[in-house]
């Protein structure tokens, strides 16, 4: 049995500490993305200084295992050999052209041959770039106006998704962040996640109004959130009833839940997809795509206008192409899955031993977990769990050197190059860590 290591995640004397108040002197509150800043874990930080297969290592020597992997890209752990070579060999040849390259055209053909859904593709750098992009889109194919999203999914910092729900089954949107105008967010609908009904009113209220239908297939920003049996489903045969398109964001799901994406699991085949994370194998790059009919308004063969310098980098496009060849083999997701699921039912015995009612589930190498007892389907049961618990949790874990995401709304990962060895002392720092949420 390894030994549990005993370390403090940025102790007030660190150099992690010492940097990272060095950072907020330059940077808004330290970080270049509001969650890195720790702020529900007191807001210290680890300053990560390089990262090695399933580990993390910090500016003080101490080694996490990792189950953030960068928020999802790193489906084979950090600095993979095969990855890295990839990279290094685009870069001998340039950084950037702004000019078409092979390489993404043989991109784009992986990614159009793993989706069904999936006649052509644009590449592009981030995940906001793709939802927004794919939302001109159908904006574009529809004439319409309004699209719809549910209560707690996250698509990006675009002015019209930053939007909250308000009361009953839907409401025009309101901002959820300063300085995005009103007159942006009453373009959004907002409904419960996995409440076809409350879908299908809205549908029905603004029959011809709607353009489209975005939803993250498994939701991982309210937390780890699986869809209802039957509720996908119901959603493609509405967005076709009513004439206005099905977007999927699988950002985080595509080739993390199965090859290719949610949407290969689940059989359902979206109007547009939204790729992120994975496809990048680390560095920057998204994508969006869908029938050929639709892309075919894209400029410059149609009126709907978007562009990017970088997008398709080189080096971007390389890390992709090595990232999803490594996940390409037989029976690669059903396996990781096995080992995954060995992880989450060790937890759940251990929360059971201690009392402590929590839940968990595993989609591929997607999971993430609640401090709740009744069943987590939707932003308003997630917002309801024991946020104090999963804080005293979260405590131990991290001075035990297990790095989870440092906000209970966020869904975990894993890699390919996490092993039986990682698995075991993460449960045996669980155990101490569920003891400490049973005196909450």
Known sequence: MPRLPRSQASSSGSRSHTLFKEAQRWIPGGVNSPVRGWSRLGGKPPVIQRGEGPCIIDVDGKHYIDYVLSWGPLLHGHAHPKVVRAVQDAAQHGLSFGAPTGAETTIAKLLCTALPSMEQVRMVNSGTEATMSALRLARAATGRDLIIKCEGCYHGHADHLLVAAGSGAATFGHPDSAGVPA??????LVVPYNDAAAMEAVLTRHHDQVAAIIIEPVAGNMGFVQPLDGYLQALRKLATTHGCLLIFDEVM???????????????????????????????PAAAYGGKRSVMRLLAPQGPCYQAGTLSGNPLSVAAGLANLRLAAGKDFYARQERRLQRLVDGLCLRAQRHNVPFQAGVMGTMWGFFFAEAQVRDFTSAAAAHVERWKAFMEVMVARGIYLA????????????????????????????FAAAAQV
């Open 183 to 188: 007159a942006f967010a009453e373009k959004t």
């Open 253 to 283: 799901t595509g080739f993390r839940t199965a090859w290719g994406g949610h949407q290969v699991r689940c059989r359902v085949r979206p109007d547009l997809t939204c790729l992120g994370k994975v496809i990048g194998g680390g560095l």
């Open 406 to 433: 440092p906000s209970p709304f966020e869904a975990a990962f894993w890699s390919s190059v996490h092993k039986k060895e990682h698995i075991d002392t993460t449960l045996m720092a669980a155990d101490e860590a």
